[in-house]
DNA sequence: CCGCATCCTCATGGATACTG
DNA sequence: CAGTATCCATGAGGATGCGG
């Protein structure tokens, strides 16, 4: 009697004999995806986690870290009397998806950023998936300065990636605030239009082959969302 | 009496300017992308979801497909006397990132079909998701019966597409149970194993054209999940 | 401080029954 | 067939405590 059991966090499962299901058994779980995106650029600590995903309870955020944990997809890492989270390489693989879905849902940021918290280290992953069409002549190095910080967005012949570098400058850095530097990737703005509202600052040339693939979607939601 | 209010469901928003969070925010929910996985073939009735997707609560399936449609991602057909869901162009631009999500858990499938149900027509999510690097040099069409269902999968310049048939058949057919149709795609079974064990039966040379890239995941889980 | 564990409350999910 | 209504179980959100 007691406790029937206290093991096995029967972990809802959709019993499907198919990747999907079995995929969203493992990330499915609400905040889960969102750690992973926060991981990505990576390691980080547990206060880190928790400030950066704003709203997330303490006990969740604990918990959330344990299961993946034991599903192999993230590791905790005791280096220099500090622990910190970081994504096995299978939980890297799932940028990709991450990527592919952020593309799919970015026209949702047409409406802009309202009380919506935000954090830089987001754009590296948002960047380069915006971005994933661009092919550029020559690799361009790019810094973006934004809430105070800066990242650089780097276009090669391996596609775009975008990264916090903590050492040297690139040569080209231009500043914004993040609501311009989306609607840009987006391509809900115009370069043009950018930089004679003085949002942006930098070479222009630069910018425009950078951003020329302003990616507007295929498809995209007719009306507003929650009507 | 009354109702206190029907309309404002605060539907529960991580608050975050990123378009990974606000894709979230619209098919994060449990069952939401399930319900997509079904709507990708074409569109179905509410009995025909409610039996394809074992497990579902009735009334968790009406919200879902009535937020879905508020979010402009589901719409309501009535044709023929007949009310079907399909997915508006918006809803079918979910495919790329669940194939790619699909693809990152197809390792999870190792552990075989257990419980776990089945349905055909995901196979025409999943063939094509996995078979997304194999190129052949014609056209390759080939039938797939399995539960008693026939699909074709066809591979061309533009790619791998699977759907289910009604009317003629492709020249090359193959049966096998699900298990072993998706062993060959995840590539956990090679081609020979499966013909040799009796499994499958068809023509071996466009057998192995087809799922010659049996793609082996790049990265897998070290350990089987939920230890 | 950092990294959680506990406790409580309330929103969501799940199972079943019932109805136009 | 296509849901609505109801009731119970579980998971999420928030505050607080507490050992290292």
New binding site residues.
Partial sequence: MEKVNQQS????T?GQFCALARSLDVVG???TLLIVRELLPGPM??????TSLA????????????TMESNGIVE?RLEAS????ALTPWGMGLREPMEALGRWGAPLLATGRGEDTFQPRWLTLALPALLAGASVPSPVELGIETDGLLMVLRIDEDGPRAFIRRGEEPETVFAAVPDVVVALATGHVSIEEALAAGELRGDPDVLRSVFAAGRASASAPKTTPSA
Avoid: C, M, P, V
């Fill in positions: 966090k029967k972990s809802r959709y779980d609400r905040w600590r547990y206060t880190e986690l928790k709203g997330i309870a303490t006990n969740l955020l604990a918990e959330r870290l344990r905790r500090s622990l910190t989270y």
